[in-house]
């Protein structure tokens, strides 16, 4: 059986430009989904979008956009036999 898992974090967005295009990132306030601990998450904006543009658009984001879900699915029977293999070492 699968579950799913749903995890919340409250974000904001910024503006990054690492040795190509504008790009958008994902700033989360606060490090409480662990499917994301240690990753970056950013859009790539197309070629011609100008950096006015994108500050137009990390505002329209920023106003309206208040947090991300992640979902992640787990299978029941791996946690049971991860379970199983910890009780049984010695």
């Known amino acids: 059986m699968t579950t799913t898992k749903i ?3 409250s974000v904001c967005f910024g503006i990054g430009r690492q040795s190509g ?3 958008v990132e ?3 306030h606060h490090d409480t989904i662990s499917a994301l601990r240690g990753v970056q998450v950013g859009f790539e904006l197309l070629n011609g979008v100008t950096l006015a543009q994108a500050k137009k658009l990390v505002d329209v984001l920023n106003e309206n956009v208040i947090g991300l879900l992640v979902a992640t699915a787990s299978d029941d029977r791996t946690k049971v036999a991860a379970a199983d ?3 049984t070492k010695p």
């Open 85 to 87: 293999e910890v009780a």
């Open 7 to 9: 995890e919340r974090a």
């Open 21 to 23: 295009p504008i790009t």
């Open 26 to 28: 994902v700033r989360p």
